[in-house]
C-alpha cells in the first residue's frame, strides 16, 4: 500500500475522532499560547541585547496578550501598565475595561500574525515604532489598533497601546450593540470551566464537531447509493461501485468554511474568536493537504493501469516512488503553512533540514546507488517483469524490479535479489530480448561413414533447414567439420525464427527428430565415444591376460589380433 493512502480507507469514524482531537489540542493551546506569547524571543546575536520587561511588553504580541490575560481576570489595575495613558486610578481602569471590551467583541482574531520581535514587524517604514494589531469596522469606517514602542527609562523600551487609539475606545465602546453569546447561554454553560476553558466550547468541541461529521457521513452514504444507482442503469454496469459524493477531506474544509461563517454571526470573546479561527484554518490546511494526497492516489492509480496496459510494469516502482515523493511534499508543505501560520520563522527549520538531508545522503550512499540503479533500468528498459535474464551466475526470469533490487526467480524456483547497483555496472544478458534464436548441434557420426553417406547426410540436412518455415534461409550452414578422436564432426548452423525460448525448444525438437531421420536413411549411425587399444603378441599383458584391463570378448580379440599383423 502507497505511503499515507490509507487516509482514504475507513475513515468515517476516524475522521470524526480525528477532528475531536486536533479541535482539543487546540482548545487547550490557545490559552497556554496567550498566557505565554508574553515572553518575547530571544535576540540576534548581532544586535545589542534587549532589557527583559517583567510584563512581557518587550514585543507587539507580549503586550496585547498580557492585556488579555489580565483584563479577563479581572485585573485592571495590572491591564493599565499596557496602556500609553496619563489617567490614574478609576479614570485609567475604566478605559482599561472599555479597551478590553472592545477588542473582546470587535478584534478581528489575528493574534497569531502579531510580531513577536523587539523591532516588530516593520510592516510600515515611515512608521516603525508603531504596530498595528486590526482594524475594527464602524460606521464612519474603520478604526486601527494601534501599539507604539516608547521608551520608559530604566524599563528601556516597551510597547504599549497608543494614546491616539486610547482616545478613540470610549466612542467605539458606545458603539458596541451586540449581544454577546454569553449573556444568551445559560449561566452554567458560561460560568462553569474545565480546564480553565467555558463549559459550553466543549461541548461545542466533543458534540457539535462530531454531530456536524454524523450528518455529513450519512449525506454522502444516502447521495452515494441514489448516484451509483444511477450510475449502474445509465452505464448497464451492475458492478459499478458507488462514488464518495462528500469525501472526508472535503467534509473538513465543509467544517473550515461553516466555522468561519458562525464566527461572522456571532460575538465570542476574542480568545474562543481566535480558537476557533485558528481550528478552522488549521483544518482548511490540513484538509487540503489530505484531498492533494487523494488526488495524486488517483493520479497514481489512473498511470498504473495505463502502464500495465502498455507492459510497463516496471515502471510502477518508480511510479510508486514519485507518489511517495508528492506526498512527502505534500505533507510538509502543510507542517511549513501550519508553522508559518502561528508565526514561527521556518527558516532556520528548512537549513537544517538541507544540512540532516546531506548527511544522510552521505550515511545512505549505497541505498542511493541502488535507488539510481532502479531508476536507470526503468528508464532504459533494459529488463522487463517475465524476462529470462542472465547477471553474472544467476539465471532465471525477473519476478519484480523495485527501486532498491530486482527478483530473479531461477531455475530451481529459488527467489535471488540482486541489488540495482550491482546491476547496473555488471555485464546483463537479456535472454528474452533476442530476436531470433541459435540452431548448433554438432553431429558426430561413426567411423566407417563413407563419403558418398556423408555426401548424402549433409545435403539432406542442408534441404531440411532450407524447406523449413522457421528457418531463416540466408544462415542455413551445413559442414563436415573434421576428424574427431572418435567420431566424423559435422557443424549445423543455423538461426530459428521463434516467438521465444519455449518455442524455440519446441522448433529445435522438431529439427533434431528430423535431422535423425535423414542420418538414419543414409545408413549412418551416430558415434559412441570410444577407443581402440592395439596391442603386440605375446606381450606381458596379453599372457597376463591384460592384467589392469577389462579382458575383451572373443570377437574384440580378432579385430585387434587382426589389427596388429597389419601393423607389423
Given at each position: 500500500m502507497r505511503p499515507l493512502s490509507f487516509l482514504s480507507q475507513n475513515c468515517g469514524a476516524r475522521s470524526?475522532?480525528?477532528?475531536?482531537?486536533?479541535?482539543?489540542?487546540?482548545?487547550?493551546?490557545?490559552?497556554?499560547?496567550?498566557?505565554?506569547?508574553?515572553?518575547?524571543?530571544?535576540?540576534?546575536?548581532?544586535?545589542?541585547?534587549?532589557?527583559?520587561?517583567?510584563?512581557?511588553?518587550?514585543?507587539?504580541?507580549?503586550?496585547?496578550?498580557?492585556?488579555?490575560?489580565?483584563a479577563r481576570k479581572a485585573d485592571y489595575e495590572l491591564a493599565v501598565q499596557y496602556l500609553n495613558t496619563r489617567l490614574r486610578g478609576?479614570?485609567?481602569?475604566?478605559?482599561?475595561?472599555?479597551?478590553?471590551?472592545?477588542?473582546?467583541?470587535?478584534?478581528?482574531?489575528?493574534?497569531?500574525?502579531?510580531?513577536?520581535?523587539?523591532?516588530?514587524?516593520?510592516?510600515?517604514?515611515?512608521?516603525?515604532?508603531?504596530?498595528?494589531?486590526?482594524?475594527?469596522?464602524?460606521?464612519?469606517?474603520?478604526?486601527?489598533?494601534?501599539?507604539?514602542?516608547?521608551?520608559?527609562?530604566?524599563?528601556?523600551?516597551?510597547?504599549l497601546f497608543s494614546s491616539k487609539t486610547l482616545e478613540l475606545i470610549p466612542a467605539l465602546f458606545d458603539d458596541i450593540n451586540e449581544v454577546s453569546v454569553e449573556n444568551v447561554l445559560p449561566e452554567f454553560l458560561v460560568n462553569t470551566r474545565v480546564a480553565d476553558i467555558p463549559l459550553f466550547e466543549w461541548l461545542a468541541v466533543l458534540v457539535g464537531i462530531p454531530l456536524f461529521f454524523l450528518i455529513t457521513?450519512?449525506?454522502?452514504?444516502?447521495?452515494?447509493?441514489?448516484?451509483?444507482?444511477?450510475?449502474?442503469r445509465l452505464y448497464k454496469k451492475p458492478d459499478l461501485p458507488n462514488p464518495q459524493i462528500l469525501p472526508v477531506p472535503f467534509r473538513i474544509l465543509l467544517l473550515a468554511a461553516v466555522i468561519r461563517w458562525v464566527l461572522t454571526k456571532l460575538s465570542l470573546p476574542l480568545l474562543?474568536?481566535?480558537?476557533?479561527?485558528?481550528?478552522?484554518?488549521?483544518?482548511?490546511?490540513?484538509?487540503?493537504?489530505?484531498?492533494?494526497?487523494?488526488?495524486?492516489?488517483?493520479?497514481?492509480?489512473?498511470?498504473s493501469r495505463r502502464l500495465q496496459v502498455r507492459n510497463l510494469t516496471g515502471a510502477t516502482s518508480m511510479l510508486r516512488l514519485g507518489s511517495w515523493a508528492i506526498d512527502v511534499l505534500i505533507v510538509f508543505a502543510g507542517v511549513l503553512v501550519s508553522v508559518r501560520?502561528?508565526?514561527?520563522?521556518?527558516?532556520?527549520?528548512?537549513?537544517?533540514?538541507?544540512?540532516?538531508?546531506?548527511?544522510?545522503?552521505?550515511?545512505?550512499?549505497?541505498?542511493?546507488?541502488?535507488?539510481?540503479?532502479?531508476?536507470?533500468?526503468?528508464?532504459?528498459?533494459?529488463?522487463?517483469?517475465?524476462?529470462?535474464?542472465?547477471?553474472?551466475?544467476?539465471?532465471?526470469?525477473?519476478?519484480?524490479?523495485?527501486l532498491r533490487s530486482t527478483r530473479i526467480r531461477t531455475l530451481d524456483r529459488s527467489v535471488v535479489s540482486v541489488p540495482n547497483g550491482q546491476i547496473a555496472t555488471m555485464s546483463l544478458e537479456n535472454l528474452s530480448a533476442r530476436d531470433k534464436f541459435w540452431f548448433h548441434p554438432i553431429?558426430?557420426?561413426?567411423?566407417?561413414?563413407?563419403?558418398?553417406?556423408?555426401?548424402?547426410?549433409?545435403?539432406?540436412?542442408?534441404r531440411l533447414l532450407e524447406e523449413t518455415r522457421l528457418v531463416e534461409a540466408t544462415s542455413v550452414r551445413v559442414r563436415f567439420l573434421h576428424f574427431g578422436p572418435s567420431s566424423l564432426d559435422v557443424e549445423v548452423f543455423a538461426y530459428i525464427l521463434a516467438n521465444d525460448w519455449e518455442h524455440f525448444l519446441e522448433v529445435q525438437e522438431a529439427l533434431l527428430l528430423r535431422i535423425m531421420e535423414c542420418v538414419e536413411s543414409a545408413g549412418v549411425n551416430i558415434a559412441v565415444p570410444s577407443q581402440i587399444i592395439f596391442t603386440a603378441p605375446g606381450s606381458a599383458s596379453t599372457e597376463a591376460g591384460g592384467a589392469g584391463l577389462p579382458k575383451a570378448s572373443a570377437p574384440d580379440k580378432n579385430?585387434?589380433?587382426?589389427?596388429?599383423?597389419?601393423?607389423?
Open positions: 470524526g475522532i480525528a477532528a475531536c482531537l486536533v479541535s482539543l489540542v487546540l482548545l487547550f493551546c490557545v490559552p497556554v499560547w496567550a498566557q505565554t506569547g508574553t515572553s518575547s524571543s530571544s535576540p540576534a546575536a548581532s544586535q545589542p541585547e534587549v532589557p527583559k520587561d517583567a510584563l512581557g511588553r518587550t514585543t507587539p504580541r507580549g503586550t496585547v496578550l498580557g492585556f488579555v490575560n489580565a478609576k479614570r485609567a481602569t475604566d478605559l482599561a475595561h472599555q479597551l478590553f471590551v472592545v477588542l473582546d467583541r470587535r478584534l478581528p482574531a489575528r493574534l497569531n500574525a502579531l510580531s513577536d520581535v523587539p523591532e516588530g514587524s516593520l510592516s510600515n517604514p515611515l512608521k516603525p515604532n508603531q504596530e498595528i494589531v486590526g482594524s475594527i469596522n464602524t460606521d464612519d469606517g474603520s478604526v486601527d489598533i494601534v501599539v507604539e514602542r516608547v521608551d520608559r527609562g530604566k524599563s528601556g523600551l516597551i510597547w457521513s450519512l449525506l454522502n452514504r444516502g447521495l452515494s447509493r441514489l448516484i451509483g444507482r444511477w450510475r449502474r474562543a474568536r481566535q480558537f476557533w479561527f485558528s481550528t478552522a484554518s488549521i483544518m482548511a490546511i490540513w484538509g487540503c493537504v489530505w484531498l492533494l494526497i487523494l488526488l495524486s492516489s488517483r493520479a497514481e492509480e489512473y498511470i501560520y502561528f508565526g514561527a520563522d521556518p527558516t532556520a527549520a528548512l537549513a537544517g533540514l538541507g544540512v540532516g538531508g546531506i548527511a544522510v545522503a552521505l550515511a545512505a550512499q549505497k541505498t542511493l546507488e541502488n535507488v539510481i540503479g532502479g531508476i536507470s533500468l526503468i528508464f532504459d528498459r533494459a529488463v522487463q517483469v517475465g524476462d529470462t535474464l542472465k547477471v553474472g551466475d544467476v539465471s532465471g526470469t525477473v519476478d519484480d524490479i523495485g553431429l558426430s557420426l561413426r567411423y566407417g561413414t563413407t563419403s558418398v553417406q556423408m555426401r548424402v547426410v549433409l545435403e539432406s540436412i542442408h579385430v585387434l589380433d587382426q589389427a596388429a599383423a597389419k601393423l607389423a
